[in-house]
């Protein structure tokens, strides 16, 4: 009798927390992890999740704050990073392994592989401290000028997207690794960008149902994620006024129409879509009175949020019942998940890992246009728009290049000032490689000195190293072009190889 004994004491003493200590569990708060003493406090203080943010720091830093946050609350809280791949995520900003982006995944369409790297990526996850990852991206990219969804989509077809949310989210739960998946209903028909402004869309309701809904449907009929992240979109159609992460109307479609019983969490709220047209601590009373169950704060401060929260209680804004019903859920989900028990592990797994992010990146590598020239006999200039971040994974493919005994030099440049005469420094070079990294996309001012630099040669490879729509805008002034969507060690490799077959080594 002892252990059930022990277990109902435990739930009392979390089941009766104070209104401000229920509040705390429904922030889930963001910080560096360089922002120790914030970080505690903020745990200290029950604090529901944290998001780690980017910045530079190794995998050890990011454990051992962790370790120092789980010794000092009192219930868990969710601990979550962003591990998405391509534009999203590279692994200097925590110390983890690096990743395909998720449309890399869903041109390779390898299931299999991608459900065993996801389970090793859970592992790796693990060795931080991190118990949930706000991924993957429900988001079908239809828009093909989308400026922040993109190459973070698995694709524009809601049966890719489908298949390969289920892939990722079966092998981060085979790791015990909870999954956000995100925006509902659906981030991937605008045009702009909700960290810059509230996108307002036209999508027909039943467009909406049919296409960017589906994918969250799918994935909650089979019970795959208890976390759903609203996105600050206005979809006129469904309701003129609020973004989905105010809208009683969205929530109302998840909880009635899709049947979720899980946690409902907004996007940060320290994006302009909010900031830039609400108060938001207003933003967040309005986002829970609607039934949200936790808001994501970024770095706005907690303890303001929280006390607009207990003011709309202690008024009659909010009801003590609304508050109760979220608390209950974020309550139940730890203990599904046994974050009291999350253990921090040290796995060994890099090598199984490694080779299954080459095999995937090796399929997802494609040649839209032509087939590489023999460069065997050539003098290759090799030109890389990329940003610093970026940099080490790019030069990769030169330096693959050198030690297959091909002649080729390279410039390296991270923003569109160029000196074409001093780029090409007078030499006899016949053959032109330009690898382009553009988020969102390539800037006009890119395009005009790519096609400036392009008319010196006579053989010409461009190597679209994101975003496909540049692909198309370069089209007509390239003999053939590849596409790895995203770059990273294992997609620079690939390239590589593509290039290394067509010098005629096999």
């Known amino acids: ?169 079966d092998g981060f739960r085979a790791a015990k690794i909870i999954n956000v998946v995100k925006h509902f209903p659906g981030h991937g028909m605008t045009d702009s960008d909700s960290h810059l402004i509230t996108p307002v869309v036209n999508t027909p309701s039943s467009e909406l149902y049919e296409t960017h809904i589906y994918p969250f449907k799918k994935i909650i009929e089979n019970n795959k994620t208890d976390i759903v992240m609203l996105s600050h979109i206005i979809y006129k159609n469904i309701d003129s006024k609020n973004p989905a992460s105010l809208s009683p109307e969205i929530i109302k479609i998840l909880r009635k129409d899709l049947n979720f019983k899980g946690i409902i969490l907004t996007d940060s709220m320290d994006m302009k879509a909010i900031t830039g047209k609400y108060n938001v601590e207003d933003a967040a009373v309005t986002a829970i009175k609607n039934g949200v169950d936790m808001i994501l704060i970024g770095r706005n401060n907690m303890d303001k949020i929280k006390n607009a929260i207990m003011n709309a209680l202690k008024k009659g804004e909010i009801s003590s019942e609304r508050i109760e019903e979220s608390y209950k859920r974020i309550i139940d989900i730890k203990n599904k998940y046994r974050l009291s028990e999350f253990k921090i592990e040290n796995n060994e797994f890099d090598i199984a890992y490694k080779q299954i992010a080459s095999d995937i990146s090796r399929k997802s590598i494609k040649i839209v246009k032509g087939k590489p020239v023999n460069l065997t006999k050539n003098k290759i200039k090799m030109i890389f728009f990329v940003p610093q971040r970026f940099s080490k994974e790019s030069l990769i493919i030169y330096e693959k290049m050198k030690r297959n005994g091909l002649d080729v030099d390279f410039t390296l440049l991270s923003s569109d000032k160029i000196n074409s005469v001093e780029i090409l420094n007078n030499s006899n070079f016949d053959t032109l490689i330009i690898a382009n990294y553009s988020w969102p996309k390539m800037s006009e001012k890119r395009f005009k000195n790519i096609i400036k630099i392009s008319q010196k040669f006579n053989k010409k490879i461009f190597i679209n190293l994101l975003n496909p729509v540049d692909s198309q805008k370069i089209n007509n002034y390239f003999d053939s072009i590849i596409e790895t969507y995203g770059i990273n060690e294992y997609s620079a490799n690939a390239v590589a190889n593509e290039l290394r077959e067509a010098g005629g080594e096999k």
């Open 1 to 169: 009798m002892f252990v059930p004994i022990l277990f109902f004491l435990i739930s009392i003493n979390i089941y009766s927390q104070s209104h401000s200590e229920k509040i705390y569990q429904m922030l889930w708060a963001g910080f560096d992890i360089k922002q120790t003493s914030q970080l505690l406090s903020a745990s200290q203080k029950g604090v529901g999740g944290i998001q780690i943010i980017w910045g530079s720091y190794s995998l050890k830093d990011t454990r051992e704050v962790i370790k120092k946050v789980y010794s000092s609350s009192n219930i868990r809280p969710f601990i979550a990073i962003d591990y998405e791949g391509g534009s999203v995520y590279i692994h200097q900003t925590h110390g983890l392994l690096n990743l395909p982006s998720n449309m890399a995944l869903g041109v390779a369409g390898d299931c299999e592989n991608t459900t065993t790297m996801f389970y090793l990526l859970g592992l790796e996850l693990k060795k931080a401290g991190i118990n949930a990852v706000f991924a993957p991206t429900l988001d079908v990219n239809t828009e093909k000028n989308n400026p922040i969804i993109n190459v973070r989509a698995f694709g524009s077809d809601k049966e890719t997207v489908t298949k390969m949310a289920n892939s990722v989210i």
